[in-house]
């Protein structure tokens, strides 16, 4: 520690408390976050304590959302300036979303730029041990999982939290002691944040059944972080294990589903996160969804909020981003098949059509000379017409394959031929006068089937487009 700008052995003590938490190196530089209370006071004199007033820098940001921001903004001009620190200060105008998640973001973002402007190695808040108590409630109250409660983690890429061990009381105590400038912000104390109301309903309550809550909180919340660092590695052994690469985003199907219920959900979420590239909440719900889907033979899709899915099929389970960010709610139904947008095509008899990727050719002739196979088809002429048309499956469509004995809807039909999913709408089908004659790779309808009484035979092939 250096020597101190401020002579307080409130704010000494603070100092050793953060230089004790291992976040901050005092050879480093970095930027604090400022808000104008009193925890990012103390965070703002400690870290100046233990790197010097030439290595930190302080951002404030203003909302100018209510009628006292500036009162902030002065109280942060103000420790600064007693500080000997450099001050920036930005605007940002937010949007009409969510509030706060706009504001925090903003803040963020500032002080990144800030930061890559300086060359600095950390931003640091002032969140205390209290914060991680109502945050921990509050996620509990509205979120499943453990993935939830490991907000406000002490480091967090660039992000460090410091005050960790701290409790926002004491901050207030501290910054009287030495006083450092601050400001109290009214919208605090209304109750119409769901923080503000665990603040001042919930969190006192607790206090009465246990002295220790706030503690207690604090330490569940290093344990879990503890064990998800060990958890991660293990995933990572496991997935290693079946021959996923460090960088993969896919696996086969087979090998999760042959892990233990905790792993399965654990290795899937590692996968997700991989191709979203931020956290996913991926739930036991979810993974289980994903896992049913994975063991049938037409596979399906997961979506997963965000432009995120989980796509099986052939034996896979795949994450991917759809490019569609917010389009789709988040849940476990299975995503419209891909494809089903393909405009119909009508194909002369003889003649030939693009569908898709896929070009058709129909030929008339008077003897067999094709032989069928999953690309040909052999059909009645007669029966056919003159005219196809060529389109992409639509529910509701029926078909008597060839050798069935019966009707079969094309969904069944595409799930007992183990199509995939995501390839039915690009399957191309055949249709005459509003019947399927030809699911093109898949089946024939006895209805258009070749008989002693034929006059004429009709070969459709199926290829993919040049």
Not at 331 to 344: H, K, N, Q, V, Y
Request: glycine share 10%; proline share 5%; net charge negative.
């Amino acid at each position: 520690m250096i020597a101190p700008v401020i002579s307080s052995p409130a704010i000494e003590a603070l100092a050793e408390v953060v230089e004790g938490t291992g976040l901050v190196d005092p050879r480093s530089s970095g930027v604090v976050l400022v808000s104008g209370g009193a925890d990012s006071a103390c965070a703002a004199a400690a870290l100046v304590a233990v790197c010097g007033p030439e290595s930190v820098s302080g951002i404030h940001v203003n909302y100018g959302l209510r009628l006292d921001s500036d009162e902030d903004e002065r109280a942060a001009r103000a420790l600064c300036a007693k500080l000997r620190i450099d001050l920036h200060v930005d605007r940002p105008e937010l949007g009409e979303g969510n509030l706060q998640a706009e504001a925090r973001d903003a803040r963020y973002a500032a002080a990144e730029r800030l930061r890559g402007r300086l060359g600095a190695e950390w931003i640091a808040t002032g969140h205390t041990r209290t914060d991680i108590a109502e945050t921990m409630l509050y996620r509990l109250a509205v979120s499943p999982g453990t993935r939830p409660l490991l907000g406000l983690a002490p480091r967090n890429g660039r992000v460090i939290r410091p005050l960790h061990s701290v409790t926002r009381a004491e901050t207030r105590e501290i910054a009287a002691t030495a006083s450092l400038p601050f400001h109290d912000d009214p919208s605090n104390a209304t109750g119409r944040y769901a923080r503000n109301r665990i603040r001042s309903e919930v969190l006192p309550v607790l206090a009465e059944v246990g002295s220790e809550v706030e503690r207690n909180l604090a330490a569940t919340h290093a344990e879990l972080h503890e064990e998800a660092e060990l958890l991660s590695g293990l995933v990572g052994d496991a997935l290693d294990a079946v021959g996923v690469a460090p960088e993969a985003v896919e696996v086969d199907a087979a090998s999760v589903l042959s892990m233990g219920s905790g792993m399965r959900r654990l290795a899937l979420r590692e996968l997700a996160e991989r191709a979203a590239m931020r956290a996913v909440p991926l739930n036991r719900s979810r993974a289980a969804a994903i896992c049913r889907l994975a063991a049938k033979p037409e596979g399906g899709v997961v979506e997963l909020g965000g432009g995120l899915e989980a796509r099986c099929e052939s034996g896979r389970i795949r994450f991917g981003m759809t490019g569609a960010s917010g389009a789709a709610a988040p849940g476990t139904s299975a995503r419209p098949d891909a494809g089903d947008d393909l405009a119909p095509v009508r194909m002369d008899v003889p003649g030939r059509a693009r569908f898709g990727d896929w070009e058709l050719i129909v030929e008339i002739c008077r003897d067999l000379d094709a032989v069928p196979g999953p690309d040909v088809a052999t059909l009645d002429a007669a029966a056919l017409g003159s005219q196809l048309e060529v389109r992409a499956w639509r529910s509701g469509d029926r078909i008597r394959p060839l050798g069935l004995g019966g009707s079969k809807s094309l969904q069944d039909l595409f799930t007992d031929r183990g199509v995939p999913r995501s390839e039915r709408g690009r399957v191309p089908v055949v249709t005459a006068g509003g019947r399927v004659a030809w699911v093109a790779g898949v089946a024939v309808s006895e209805e258009f089937r070749l008989g002693e009484r034929s006059s004429g035979v009709a070969v459709i092939r199926a290829r993919p487009a040049a």
